[in-house]
């Protein structure tokens, strides 16, 4: 009985320090990404809807394709590449979520060991 009793409290323990993934919440609206390159922080913008993203960046709009693979993960394909590296397409995860805003990982897919982590603000729906 003890052994149950320990379990139950074990698990509950675990599901209680998950990380929120409300992941669906984020696959469409506008959204705002900030990262730091060198000692520039960068912001850009970009749209989400099911199946189409339109990122602006440094005044320059792009469109890429977005192909759910699960609520939570994501491919993101550019549909006017414009070098080699812009053809590949990447790959993106959402670890965690907070009110407007989640953490994610990324990488070309098939890049397992350069994976990039970012978060995003949800601005609007």
């Not at 998950?18 to 960068?42: A, H, M, V, W, Y």
């Amino acid at each position: 009985m003890r052994i149950f009793v320990f379990s139950l409290l074990f698990i509950g323990g675990i599901s209680c320090s998950l990380p929120e993934r409300d992941c669906k919440k984020f696959q469409t609206g506008s959204f705002e990404f900030t990262s730091i390159i060198g000692n520039d922080t960068i912001t850009s913008t970009f749209k989400r809807t099911k199946t189409l993203e339109i990122d602006t960046f440094k005044g320059v709009t792009d469109s890429a394709s977005v192909r759910w693979v699960s609520d939570c993960e994501c491919i993101v394909q550019k549909l006017n590449p414009q070098s080699l590296i812009d053809k590949k397409a990447i790959q993106m995860k959402i670890l965690s979520t907070n009110q407007n805003r989640y953490t994610f990982e990324y990488s070309l897919v098939g890049d397992t060991k350069n994976k990039q982590r970012g978060e995003a603000v949800k601005i609007s729906d």
